[in-house]
């Protein structure tokens, strides 16, 4: 029996290889940049749920590759453009795109993969995927990489903002993070079926996992550990960020210690000691265990969606199911 941090390297190494075999051309830096954050690592989460997908309801890795490296480039795509908002320095343990080769460039990398993305999705055709498959395919990331911009543009308007609901946070979650879990699970199954309630039924799977998983992001990026998570803990604090945590906290706190959190949040050149002290209100209100909480009840309704789906392999659902708890006890 595979484990699933075996298969996860498995598939990572696949898929970062055919993606290393699509994009490449000239002018060369701009194909370094392109391609720095993929050769930094990472789990390969979104392309490990295409081809998984695939694999549980009888379609071929192979054919699942297309849509796995779409769905990867995509997601690189987002982090690029993401590191130069957040102004954030490294990602995956390395200096991020832009501090390396600039703004501008860094932009323009991201295009590249953009681009690239939907170009290697056609190959899907190549290898025995059916043409109106393919075309829903291209519509469901193209819907994800559109809701995903609208996430971060509220995920932006939200620091602006003193009161945000935490209906407010799902909705953004779902936006910036959901959306490109569910079109993952979406593609996987497309890669084998055009049964309408199987996609379905993925997709809710897809969107539940990757709030779940942007909930833990929340969580980690409070009480993580740097030298795990491959980049700096409170910057979502220094950045203003309305996550979980803090809107939770700001609901619960009195009002001395709510406008002292005000106070930092969102403060770019605030201290170690500032922002240690931000934390520590936010963990007093109780919003680390509310937003565990909140995360496994996602995380349940992710398992629901999953149960619904009939699979041809059996080891590719148990591995589905798993990849749930991997998401919500993850530490990087």
């Known amino acids: 029996m595979v484990s699933l941090a075996e298969a996860l390297k498995s598939t990572a190494s696949l898929v970062t290889e055919y993606i290393l075999s699509r994009v490449a051309g000239t002018p060369r830096q701009l194909y370094d940049a392109a391609l720095h954050l993929i050769k930094a690592g990472g789990k390969r989460l979104r392309p490990f749920i295409v081809v998984?997908?695939?694999?549980?309801?009888?379609?071929?890795?192979?054919?699942?590759?297309?849509?796995?490296?779409?769905?990867?480039?995509?997601?690189?795509?987002?982090?690029?453009?993401?590191?130069?908002?957040?102004?954030?320095?490294?990602?995956?343990?390395?200096?991020?795109?832009?501090?390396?080769?600039?703004?501008?460039?860094?932009?323009?990398?991201?295009?590249?993969?953009?681009?690239?993305?939907?170009?290697?999705?056609?190959?899907?055709?190549?290898r025995g995927v059916p043409p109106q498959r393919v075309a829903r395919a291209y519509d469901a990331l193209a819907r994800a990489t559109r809701i995903v911009a609208e996430g971060q543009a509220l995920d932006m308007l939200f620091e602006d903002l003193e009161n945000v609901s935490v209906d407010d946070y799902l909705d953004m979650v779902y936006r910036k993070t959901g959306a490109l879990f569910e079109?993952?699970?979406?593609?996987?199954?497309?890669?084998?079926?055009?049964?309408?309630?199987?996609?379905?039924?993925?997709?809710?799977?897809?969107?539940?996992?990757?709030?779940?998983?942007?909930?833990?992001?929340?969580?980690?990026?409070?009480?993580?550990?740097?030298?795990?998570?491959?980049?700096?803990?409170?910057?979502?604090?220094?950045?203003?960020?309305?996550?979980?945590?803090?809107?939770?906290?700001?609901?619960?706190?009195?009002?001395?210690?709510?406008?002292?959190?005000?106070?930092?949040?969102?403060?770019?050149?605030?201290?170690?000691?500032?922002?240690?002290?931000?934390?520590?209100?936010?963990?007093?209100?109780?919003?680390?265990?509310?937003?565990?909480?909140?995360?496994?009840?996602?995380?349940?309704?992710?398992?629901?969606a999953l149960s619904k789906i009939e699979f041809v392999d059996r080891e590719a659902a148990r591995l589905l199911e798993e990849l749930i708890d991997f998401v919500v006890q993850r530490n990087w």
């Open 52 to 126: 998984t997908v695939a694999r549980g309801l009888g379609a071929s890795v192979e054919a699942a590759l297309p849509f796995a490296a779409g769905v990867e480039l995509i997601h690189n795509f987002t982090l690029i453009h993401d590191d130069i908002i957040d102004r954030d320095e490294f990602r995956r343990g390395v200096p991020t795109v832009h501090k390396l080769w600039g703004e501008p460039f860094a932009i323009i990398a991201g295009d590249l993969l953009f681009a690239k993305a939907f170009e290697v999705m056609g190959e899907a055709i190549e």
């Open 183 to 304: 079109a993952s699970a979406v593609l996987g199954g497309l890669a084998a079926t055009d049964d309408d309630e199987v996609i379905r039924a993925l997709a809710e799977y897809g969107k539940n996992l990757g709030i779940a998983f942007q909930i833990r992001d929340d969580i980690l990026g409070l009480v993580g550990d740097e030298k795990t998570l491959g980049k700096p803990v409170y910057s979502d604090l220094r950045e203003g960020k309305k996550t979980i945590l803090v809107i939770y906290a700001l609901s619960r706190l009195g009002e001395g210690q709510r406008e002292k959190l005000l106070s930092t949040l969102g403060k770019r050149n605030a201290s170690k000691e500032e922002l240690e002290e931000a934390a520590k209100l936010i963990l007093e209100s109780g919003a680390l265990d509310y937003a565990e909480s909140v995360m496994k009840d996602y995380a349940g309704r992710a398992r629901t």
